[in-house]
Nanobody, 134 residues
């Protein structure tokens, strides 16, 4: 089964940028839908961004749309999350998740509804801390 490991977190000042990576082993990442979730202290885990297995569709939450960019390099078995314009509200542990439960027909117009559902993902990383100082 595939294993995913996040990296790239750290401390950054407000307005700064970070790039997170999600590297896979034990499987071919190109066969998995990938999502980034985050969980801030005292808050529920929330979906931030998703990308289909072929990278032909993606979704962003309203709080990050226009600031974050998800991309994937299936040849390198890695998915990236570029985070720009960071604010203290972005402080959280960021998780990468991989799954195959979203049907192919849902990779189009209905993708957002499915991809933000954490039950669609079977494989999760340990998370990487992102801290944004004021």
């Amino acid at each position: 089964q595939v294993q995913v490991v996040e990296s790239g977190g750290g401390l950054v000042q407000s307005g700064g940028s970070l790039s997170l990576s999600c590297a896979a082993s034990g499987g071919t990442l190109g066969t998995y839908d990938i999502a980034w979730f985050r969980q801030a202290p005292g808050k529920e885990r929330e979906a931030v961004s998703c990308t289909t297995d072929r990278g032909d569709n993606e979704w962003y939450s309203g709080s990050v749309k226009g600031r974050f960019i998800v991309s994937r390099d299936n040849a390198k078995n890695t998915v990236y999350l570029r985070m720009n314009g960071l604010t203290p509200d972005d402080t959280a542990v960021y998780y990468c998740a991989a799954g195959t439960k979203i049907p192919a027909w849902a990779h189009g117009s209905f993708y957002a509804t499915f991809c933000m559902d954490d039950t669609k993902y079977d494989y999760w990383g340990q998370g990487t801390q992102v801290t944004v100082s004021p």
